[in-house]
RNA sequence: GGUCCAGUGGUGGAAUGGUAUACACGCAACACUUAAAAUGUUGUGCCCUCAAGGCAUGCGGGUUCGAGUCCCGCCUGGACCACCA
């Protein structure tokens, strides 16, 4: 009995792939395209995590299975390799961060190759190679000249520990995403990318695209789109007025008091008429101590003090009401300013509660009749004070003590209340986002240099080329000519203490000449955060060595877009949302050809530690891949990972469920020996053997490789159990299995006296009439209970099967003698009887 | 607090409304062996000495000839969001 080395034939196949350039994606083939995409890792210094290949594998198995099934596959691989933790280790070991970054890549490399997976090596890409970055700053002129990247002032999220600023979206529950360390306000001149203009866009793109649900709806939530209108209250005696947003302006007759954010600024104007300025001073200086933690954290009690003597005027009903300052109300959404409608608004509601404001419904809940009576509008308010007495009415219903929307529809009243509010020039309709503008600086060393530089002549005295200069005075494009702009070396990696990029000490490379008008000027210091490069990566994999477009038009359109693209839940917001809008940039700007870039969009569950922890190297419980090679092989490896559980959700390391697979892969290759060309192929295996080809063909489709992994298990159980085994189903089960035990399947393969690789082999068609059994264990029910199981043949009439079903002795025992109410025969499966 | 998802043997998990527990792991007995490992064979939800039978998919109801699957209410766990006006 020979044994399966796997130590010996891994390498010997991936080198073969290599040397026959099997898994190159041709771009002249007239194959239908498939570009497949999984997330390219950020190589950092501890090496792959047995999560890694995981989504590798299994995009690995769906590549292979389509280059069989005819496709023309562009499966490839790169580095996402700008980042903290490279750079923190320079820090620490004053090692530069480029030599740290090669080294990690090679390990990186040498240890996905190791796992066999299919990529096409030769259109790897790389984040930090000043090739590749060239066209990152390329991109990000093309977004300042088109006037979407903008300086600005304005208060950011900066981690104490990490001295970077952060986008509102790294910063989770309150702390620093990435440390986990406390996070403050601070104002800095950030530049910022205006990815709220996409806003609609980003929506509208949504429905042209194939997402798992999740995926989808986490876009549209952060999107966060609502229709409303903003509404101008004059402010009594002062001149002033306080714009609010509401989505429900048919509720304005209702609006009994108002709120200003803490950080309104309108709050500083009227300090003058306010009269009790010291409390609510020192509450503004209690809500701004609080971190965005625990604002949120103390939800349920809400606090807030009025502006005494500041009034308001409900221009609906020209009614006085009272200004408060409360911090349930957020400065960063909407205009900062609420209208309060308590009965109608649950926080409202508590608000009032508790602070004794006035409740004034003017929205009734529909009835069983759409006309009304005055008295029954009376009886029905009733009973809904009572209500709002508890709880606030916040459903739709119609309108009552509202004037001219008395009776209408809440629809109708937004609508006809939107139009009144503009002919009397008091409000607009506006449509509000919860998508912020995305904060693009970073005051680091290890990311792309922003290409431009700030010229005080020009600031002066030039109107500016393009939209981004006029906008942005004296900050002035690199010409295209002078990218990439280079990464100079310097000595130290540590942000200064006054919080700046360590390039702005290096007076050498800031002060430099400006491009317009050869004076002196000053480049931009900051760099551009991690999420810059992997904004694109997919474009440039299809023409990856181009040195005069980040990618040709005529690449671009055989390859895109990206048909399938799988990663984690935790890019499901953020990298797909960045990406999505700098990939319809490039397309409204000409440069791409798909709108949307990626076609469809799956995701896969975390892999564990045992005990249901994350693994984690503080933990020390993180499970290499490369023991796991060295002792089982790739091929194990890969195929216990698809085995362990449902793709999409999580589970947890178990090493010793990894031997029943190896144990799998030993009895495929033992049945080789026993493999015969006069072995007649009896009809039950020729039937198991089409039932697996549909079956594992069909959930590899659907990404249920668990559940491919056990037909062919019991495949392979079937034929091991056969002194002789058939050729031609045993060629079969090799084929099948080849796209998740590559290795071992191309081995047994040659064995056979195959000259050219498994790879290139069909994916096999099954025939249906095949499939179909001639008998089948019927199983008989007598009220909801099975009494007998008998075998009987497919062919059967129901007429003759009811005789004989009625004649079995145990039926005839249950019935005792009764007729049976009610005789069911469910074709193929089972009979149902009623007593 | 909201939204979504899940709860099935000792374990990971299978089941178009139609035989619950496929496929594995583990465990037990046996075979091979001086012995062990490896391998193979058989068994393995619970109650019952066997058989017959009964009971089991978080809990309680409902729909149905038939419910792990559909509906209603609850319990538990996880993920995401978190005062979005």
């Not at 000043?130 to 600005?152: E, N, V």
């Not at 939530?221 to 209250?233: K, L, P, T, V, Y």
């Not at 009965?343 to 003017?362: C, M, N, T």
């Not at 009243?413 to 970073?442: H, N, T």
Request: some cysteine; aromatic content about 12%.
């Amino acid at each position: 009995m020979s044994i399966y080395s796997h130590k010996k034939i891994e390498k010997k196949w991936q080198k073969y792939w290599e040397e026959h350039e099997l898994f190159r994606a041709r771009d002249d083939s007239p194959k239908p395209k498939l570009y497949t995409l999984i997330e390219f890792p950020y190589p950092s210094g501890e090496g792959l995590h047995v999560g890694h290949p995981r989504p590798y594998t299994a995009m690995d198995i769906i590549s292979r299975k389509k280059r069989m099934d005819g496709y023309n596959v562009l499966y490839p691989i790169g580095w996402d390799a700008f980042g903290l933790p490279t750079e923190n280790y320079a820090i620490k070991t004053g090692q530069p961060p480029a030599k740290v970054t090669k080294k990690n890549i090679a390990n990186f490399t040498r240890q996905i190759k190791s796992l066999g997976i299919s990529f096409d090596w030769s259109r790897e890409v790389n984040t930090t190679d000043p090739a590749y970055y060239k066209w990152t700053q390329w991109i990000f002129l093309q977004l300042f000249k088109h006037g979407l990247a903008y300086k600005s002032k304005i208060a950011i999220n900066w981690c104490i520990n990490c001295k970077i600023g952060l986008a509102n979206e790294e910063v989770v529950g309150g702390v620093c995403e990435r440390c986990g360390g406390p996070v403050e306000k601070r104002l800095k001149d950030q530049w910022m990318l205006a990815i709220t203009k996409y806003a609609d866009k980003l929506l509208e793109g949504l429905k042209e695209v194939n997402y798992i649900p999740q995926a989808q709806t986490q876009q549209e939530n952060w999107i966060g789109r609502s229709e409303g209108a903003e509404i101008d209250f004059k402010i009594q005696g002062s001149g002033r007025n306080i714009r609010v947003f509401t989505t429900r302006p048919d509720t304005l007759f209702g609006a009994t008091y108002m709120v200003l954010a803490p950080e309104h600024e309108l709050v500083g104007q009227l300090s003058e008429s306010i009269s009790n300025l010291k409390d609510v001073e020192e509450y503004i200086a209690q809500a701004k101590r609080k971190s965005d933690l625990e604002r949120t954290e103390l939800q349920k009690e809400k606090t807030g003090v009025e502006l005494c003597d500041v009034r308001a005027i409900n221009p609906a009903n020209n009614e006085e009401i009272p200004v408060w300052v409360a911090d349930y109300v957020l400065g960063g959404y909407g205009t900062g300013a609420i209208m309060a409608v308590p009965a109608h608004d649950e926080r409202d509601w508590g608000f009032a509660k508790k602070y004794g404001l006035k409740i004034y419904p003017v929205v009734l809940p529909y009835g069983g009749s759409t006309t009304f009576g005055n008295s029954m509008v009376q009886v029905r308010k009733e009973v809904v004070n009572k209500i709002i007495d508890v709880q606030p009415f916040i459903r739709e219903g119609f309108n009552i003590e509202s004037k001219f929307l008395n009776g209408l529809k809440t629809a109708e009243a937004k609508i006809k209340m939107i139009q009144w509010l503009e002919k009397e020039k008091i409000g607009a309709c506006k449509i509000q986002y919860k998508l912020r503008d995305w904060v693009f600086s970073r005051q680091r060393y290890w990311g792309e240099p922003i290409p431009l530089v700030f010229c005080e002549a020009c600031a002066k005295f030039h109107k500016g080329e393009s939209v981004g200069e006029q906008t942005n005075p004296g900050w002035i494009p690199l010409p295209e000519s002078e990218l990439p702009l280079k990464l100079p070396a310097v000595k130290k990696y540590e942000p200064t203490d006054t919080g700046e990029s360590p390039l702005s000490a290096m007076s050498k490379w800031v002060n430099t000449k400006c491009p317009r008008c050869g004076g002196a000027a000053r480049r931009e210091t900051d760099t551009m955060p991690n999420w810059a490069g992997s904004s694109w990566y997919f474009l440039r994999y299809i023409d990856p060595r181009n040195d005069k477009e980040f990618a040709s038009m005529d690449a671009l359109k055989q390859w895109m877009p990206v048909d399938w693209y799988n990663g984690g839940m935790e890019h499901t917001v953020l990298h797909l949302l960045y990406s999505r809008f700098w990939n319809r940039f490039l397309f409204d700007i000409g440069a791409v050809p798909a709108r949307e870039p990626y076609k469809k969009r799956t995701s896969h569950g975390m892999i564990l530690a045992k005990g249901g922890e994350k693994m984690s190297k503080s933990k020390g419980n993180v499970v290499n891949p490369d023991d796991m090679v060295e002792q089982y092989g790739a091929d194990t490896l890969r195929t216990y990972i698809m085995f362990m559980g449902p793709f999409d959700q999580a589970v947890e390391w178990d090493p010793q469920s990894l031997v029943g697979v190896h144990r799998f892969l030993e009895r495929v290759w033992t049945t080789s020996e026993r493999v015969s060309n006069e072995a007649p192929c009896p009809k039950n295996i020729i039937r198991q053997e089409h039932q697996s080809i549909k079956k594992v063909g069909e959930e590899i489709e659907v990404m249920r490789f668990n559940t491919a992994v056990a037909h062919l298990m019991t495949f392979s159980n079937t034929l091991y159990k056969l002194e002789k085994v058939p050729r031609g189903a045993y060629k079969t089960l090799l084929v099948l299995l080849s796209p998740f035990a590559p290795h071992v399947c191309e081995e047994l393969w040659a064995m056979l006296g195959h000259k050219s690789s498994i790879t290139e082999e069909k994916w096999p068609a099954f025939d249906s009439a095949l499939l179909e059994e001639e008998t089948f264990e019927l199983v008989i029910q007598v009220n909801g209970k099975i009494r007998d199981k008998y075998i009987v043949s497919f062919g059967i009439t129901e007429e003759a099967l009811r005789a004989e079903v009625l004649k079995r002795p145990k039926v005839e025992a249950v019935l005792n003698g009764a007729k049976p109410q009610q005789f069911r025969y469910i074709s193929g499966k089972l009979v149902s009887i009623v007593a």
